[in-house]
């Protein structure tokens, strides 16, 4: 069964940095391309970043490219997201997904999510 | 950016009815589009890609269909468990967009 576990959210001020982590099992974790997509509370799915399957190409969303880094040890099926200079625009709860492996850039699994919250 | 608008922002249908959610995308996106829906706490659940393929182990009362702009997702017999808000995603252009959401509820 696949799995995908996010952790490391917390409240944090602004600023400040956190960096979260995603789990994954019951897949080969490093045959597939990952993803951050982040859903502000009451409101709709944004996508932050995608890495690549050996995590050498990365893109990201305007709003955090300069402040997030995404990236993933294959050896442990983690993925990571690392949040700097963190706003109360990124108030959010952060899910990892992940790209099948047939044409498209869409999302076949989804962890359960960790909430950001970045306030003084 | 692609802008993805989903109408209506709410649905309410009674039970066993037939409910159709419409998604427009502000340049074309051939059939590079997924549906996803969510229930309140939990994560999104993919249930079309490719504008009309139905994934794995989604029943065959969700349908999608459309190109190009226009995009309707149908499930011919709403039951209990389909209330819910209902997100399309373009992936066709980066970055990747997602449209605002319908909310299913109960009539």
């Known amino acids: 069964e696949v799995q995908l576990v996010e952790s490391g959210g917390g409240l944090v001020q602004p600023g400040g940095s956190l960096r979260l982590s995603c789990a994954a099992s019951?897949?080969?974790?490093?045959?597939?391309?990952m993803h951050w997509v982040r859903q502000a509370p009451g409101k709709g799915l944004v996508w932050v970043s995608r890495?690549?399957?050996?995590?050498?190409?990365?893109n990201y969303a305007d709003s955090v490219r300069g402040r997030f880094t995404i990236s993933r040890d294959n050896a442990k099926n983690t993925l990571y997201l690392q949040m700097n200079s963190l706003r109360a625009e990124d108030t959010a709860v952060y899910y990892c997904?992940?790209?099948?492996?047939?044409?498209?850039?869409?999302?076949?699994?989804w962890g359960q999510g960790t909430l950001v919250t970045v306030s003084s | 950016e692609i802008v993805m608008t989903q109408s209506p922002a709410t649905l309410s249908v009674s039970p066993g009815e037939r409910a159709t959610l419409s998604c427009r995308a502000s340049?074309?996106?051939?059939?590079?589009l997924a549906w996803y829906q969510q229930k309140p706490g939990q994560a999104p659940r993919l249930l079309i890609y490719?504008?009309?393929t139905r994934a794995t182990g989604i029943p065959a009362r969700f349908s999608g269909s459309g190109s190009g702009t226009e995009f309707t997702l149908t499930i011919s017999s709403l039951q209990s468990e389909d209330f819910a808000v209902y997100y399309c995603?373009?992936?066709?252009?980066?970055?990747?967009?997602f449209g605002g959401g319908t909310k299913v509820e109960i009539k």
């Open positions: 997904a992940r790209e099948p492996s047939i044409s498209g850039t869409f999302f076949d699994y």
């Open positions: 019951g897949f080969t974790f490093s045959n597939y391309w």
């Open positions: 890495l690549n399957s050996d995590g050498g190409s990365s």
């Open positions: 340049q074309s996106v051939s059939s590079n």
């Open positions: 490719a504008a009309s």
């Open positions: 995603q373009q992936y066709n252009n980066w970055p990747l967009t």
